[in-house]
């Protein structure tokens, strides 16, 4: 159940530059809160859809009260671009902003992050692209403070941001310390309002970075040990929060789920559904929450035979009585009960988002060039990849019944 033993030989790290407040009403302390960072006017970004919800209004109305002023960037869209990104730094400097605060979900707290980096570098965020050939990210991005309003990215810790490039029609990571934010806010009285179908694809995005995280290569103990309770997390809470939208313990133990799942990345990256969900999203515009959930089961279908001990430690985790049940056995319940859990909370699959099956040679190329593909727990080439793909697709049968001797869960 430990690092296995070549893991640990090279230097492992991990860091939380983040402050984190949380409650039910936190929401109304940020003002005293982004006061005490120093900031005395914030460029607040977010979605035109959290604006109309409402969202932002006990934001702005406790930052004004701790006499904070501030400026609306409202123009964030899903899979935010480099131009989005760079109409906000061009605000932010023209009106002499000194500090940032995103609310929404994960495409509000990249793009607020990646426009910290254009702020104190001075250059497009582009440069700064996690790859070969790239600058790293040299200097600390202005004061931000994160207030998700969905229970998913993660973003409001981690230490990412994930921007399309359209020209190449690639989404592209920036991060390390220096673009995290310095403060979040969770309060789940912002995440009631949010429709049933946006919490189960957020949720089972977030269970995705756990149980991603949890297997892969860069797993640590303090990784882990996040990433276990995030899955918990989501077995317990998110066909509750679900079903009833206003039970607020559920909301908040989603809230939580969604952090902790953003701390099991670490510094480092996830395995094969982001690889295949980040790239697919560069060339389809699906929505990664909903996209990446499609994706959980057969990745975990693939890749459990490369961290067996630690796929059955999943399968306690969801709740599953592994007693008396072999490694193997314990191992495949881990994505049965996965399989199920994205079936109850009514997650389309790939084709009903509309992705054609016959891009599945192409996308299997992409995915295999992304980067996170070398933490994935088991060896994976293009040929896996669309192996996966076609289990995506029901084009595969399921490997699952051996072991549970049940009918076996998946697709369709
Ligand atoms: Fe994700």
Request: hydrophobic content about 40%.
């Amino acid at each position: 159940m430990f690092m296995r033993f070549e893991r640990m030989e090279r230097l492992k790290s991990f860091e939380m530059p983040t402050v984190l407040k949380h409650g039910i009403g936190a929401v109304q302390y940020t003002g005293e809160e982004v006061k005490k960072l120093g900031v005395t006017k914030v460029l607040l970004v977010t979605d035109p859809g959290v604006r109309k919800a409402g969202l932002i209004h006990p934001v702005i109305e406790s930052l004004e009260a701790a006499g904070i002023s501030c400026v609306l960037y409202d123009k964030v869209e899903p899979n935010p671009s480099i131009h989005v990104v760079a109409n906000g730094t061009e605000l932010y400097l023209a009106e002499q902003c000194d500090g940032l605060v995103a609310v929404g979900g994960g495409s509000s707290m990249d793009t607020a992050k990646a426009i910290g980096v254009e702020v104190v570098h001075g250059e497009p965020v582009l440069n700064y692209e996690a790859a070969e050939g790239k600058k790293p990210l040299e200097k600390r991005i202005p004061p931000l403070t994160t207030i998700p309003t969905t229970a998913g990215t993660g973003s409001e810790v981690t230490q990412w941001a994930v921007i399309t490039d359209p020209y190449r029609k690639f989404k592209f990571n920036t991060g390390g310390p220096l673009i995290a934010a310095h403060l979040t806010i969770i309060d789940p009285n912002l995440h009631t309002s949010m429709p049933a179908h946006i919490t189960a694809a957020t949720g089972i995005d977030a269970l995705s970075h756990a149980i991603e995280c949890y297997t892969c290569h860069y797993a640590q103990p303090m990784t882990d040990a996040v990433a276990l309770l995030a899955i918990e997390y989501v077995a317990k809470y998110l066909r509750r929060a679900v079903a009833n939208g206003k039970d607020i313990e559920a909301r908040y133990g989603m809230a939580h789920a969604a952090m902790l799942a953003g701390l099991s990345y670490g510094s480092e990256s996830a395995g094969a559904a982001h690889a295949m969900a980040q790239t697919l999203g560069g060339i389809i515009p699906v929505a990664h929450g909903q996209c990446v959930a499609a994706m959980l089961g057969p990745v975990m279908e693939y890749n459990w035979m490369g961290e067996p001990e630690k796929f059955a430690r999943i399968a306690q985790a969801m709740g599953v009585n592994i007693h008396g049940m072999s490694l193997e056995e314990a191992a495949k319940a881990a994505v049965s009960a996965v399989y199920q859990l994205v079936k109850d909370v009514e997650i389309p699959t790939l084709e009903e988002q509309g992705v054609p099956a016959e891009m599945i040679p192409q996308l299997a190329v992409e995915a295999y060039k992304d980067p996170q593909t070398v933490g994935n727990p088991r060896d994976i080439d293009v040929k896996g990849y669309e192996w996966i793909y076609r289990r995506c697709f029901n084009l595969e049968p399921s490997t699952l019944e051996a072991a549970t001797g049940k009918q076996p869960l998946g697709i369709g």
